[in-house]
């Protein structure tokens, strides 16, 4: 047995979430009903063979919300590898690094511009207690959430907040509602912000950083549903107003516009349990009063088809390959269905939806300590990610901040490491492709997607968003879900003179391809075919592939 039982009766607890149930809002066809077009476009390359054809318009004139590039966020939780080892390394060690930790990630993550790091979880976070984690002499616990294992406290806040230094990323800290008091939350803002010569300021300069930190963005609890208290709706809230009041940012630069956003925990899933979580909170807020604020309501959606996840990460079919994806989908009902409810409450957009748990969950890799949440990643979740950053996209002007679960060897991440070695997975490239989307505007794209069916499972043929970027550069995101068939793509430019066309694709020989630390470019981007004949866009997609081009005027 991996698990003592506790730590058997906590991840027990992961395999009856009512949140782990899926929604059943898949379409199969996906019709952008957006705005008109001016130009048709004429194949201008040779037809491949067997390839559908899929018009699609853009009309840049149409431009919409931005795509606030804190969607691209990345989630860093205690949890197996994810830390330790994954950014952590200590001073001492042989692995090169910068004050303990890995050069090789930072340089990695850089190369993404993550824009926010969520720390430290997840469901550790109702249990962490700061100031083990802080100074010379740290306390070692237990981490009974995951695998039960001795949470060392060697990375702690200053940690932290140096690797996001060292990769450029903003601080979304989760504070501990579930086992920690408001007292407890407020020191450590406090700890973390002020500039005066309070005794925590005095601690945290003896500590090595004089200077306040700045914290963004701040996470009221986690699932305060489950791992974080079981709560009702209503318990949770007047705890939420407390800490909302009591916790407070004292960084002077943050007291005008660069405020810390404060983020409640939202709903885990479709059901009246979590209509009734965002009904609660948005009601709430509605009226709410000068001594409390959230500036946002966190949701979790992960993609698992069904709990306990079991479904292989490595080693499947098109059959699997086609479930998981539909599963995916439904990540835009569910982003649907709690947003009608925050618009009653909230028409004006205030409160951002903030999906900070997503990606797919699959069973841990034979071998591996099951509280570690390993899972290999495939071409699958390279083409799961576009999915959901694209639904993210469409869903610009409420979901404004996102966190993938989670960055660094646990679960659908962006980097794998063993010991001095690092792999880079296909869903970091989806992130590195995805960059130019970062701040930039939507832009509506009309087309008829197709329908791709396997199994009796069907699925759009393919997805595609356009944005226009902080220069007014035109860049278009198409994803082919289809594994056999390639797409030939028609595009028709409407508001821009288009010149010349250049991307990226990310494609592999099988659904379930892999980077390997001996084979690492298995699944890794190459130059995409575009042309422009007459201003008009024409691009061939490969089966299963996910590509990004940019348009010169
Ligand atoms: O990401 C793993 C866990 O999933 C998080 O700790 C928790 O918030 C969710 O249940």
Redesign the pocket.
Known sequence: MFFSSTRSSSFGR?LV?PFMVPTHTGTSVIRALLFGFTLMVIGATAPLAGAQKVELSVDVSKAGAKIDRNIFGQ?A?H?GHGVYEGIWVGPDSKIPNTRGIRSDVVAALKAIRVPNVRWP????ADEYHWRKGIGAQRTATLNP?WGGVIEPNTFGTHEFLDFLDQIGADAYISVNVGSGTPQEAAEWLEYMTTAQPTTLAKERAANGHPAPYKVPYLGIG??SW??GGNMTPDYYLSQMKIYSHFVRNFNPAQQDKQQMLKIAVGPGGDGPRWTEWTETVMKAYQHHSWSWDINGLSM?N?TVVRWPPSYASVGFGETEYSQILKSTLEMDGLIRKHSAIMDMYDPNKKVALVVD?WGGWYAPLPGSNPGF?VQQNSLRDAILAALNLNIFARHADRVRMANI??MIN??QAMIMTDKEKMVLTPTYYVFKMYVPFQDATFVPVTFDAGQYTHDNITLPRVDAIAAKDTTGKLWLEITNLDPNQPVEIEASLAGITAKSAAGETLTAPQVDSVNTFDAPNLVAPKPASAKVQGGKLTLKLEPKSVTVVSVEQ
């Open positions: 992961h979430l989630f939780e949890l979880g997840g469901c550790f959430n986690n699932e489950d791992c979790h992960y748990e949440l679960a989670q646990v679960l």
